[in-house]
């Protein structure tokens, strides 16, 4: 299971921190990821994170948005700033993970948490 949570209405230029939490039958989280999306457009990647720390960002939010995780805790975060209201979307989290069963799963999403950016 995976949940979101920080979301909220925030002016532009404002800070937001998301967290992602995943609980369950797992053995190892490989990678967490946040994604976004609009209505009526694709869910979009923000950033991804492994288990060693190996970051990747979208070229586009690179200097505003820094995702980091807790690998004891099965938790992941992402700090946002200098908020634009473009980034008013739902924010998602997703993984790449072994189940303790060794079932590699990358399709476990979140129900996402609301970011609502005003100008």
């Known amino acids: 299971q995976l949940v979101e949570s920080g979301g909220g209405l925030m002016q532009a230029g404002g800070s937001l921190r998301l967290s992602c939490a995943a609980s369950?039958?797992?053995?190892?989280?490989?990678?967490m990821g946040w994604y976004r999306q609009t209505p009526g457009r694709q869910r979009e990647l923000v950033a991804t994170?492994?288990?060693?720390?190996?970051?990747n960002y979208t070229d586009s939010l690179k200097g505003r948005f820094t995702i980091s995780r807790d690998n004891a805790e099965n938790t992941m975060y992402l700090q946002m700033n200098s908020l634009k209201p473009e980034d008013t979307a739902v924010y998602y989290c997703?993984?790449?993970?072994?189940?303790?069963?060794?079932?590699?799963?990358?399709?476990?999403w979140g129900r996402g948490t609301q970011v609502t950016v005003s100008s």
């Open positions: 997703n993984t790449d993970l072994v189940t303790i069963w060794g079932t590699r799963r990358h399709d476990y």
């Open positions: 369950g039958s797992i053995f190892r989280i490989i990678t």
């Open positions: 994170i492994t288990d060693g720390g190996i970051t």
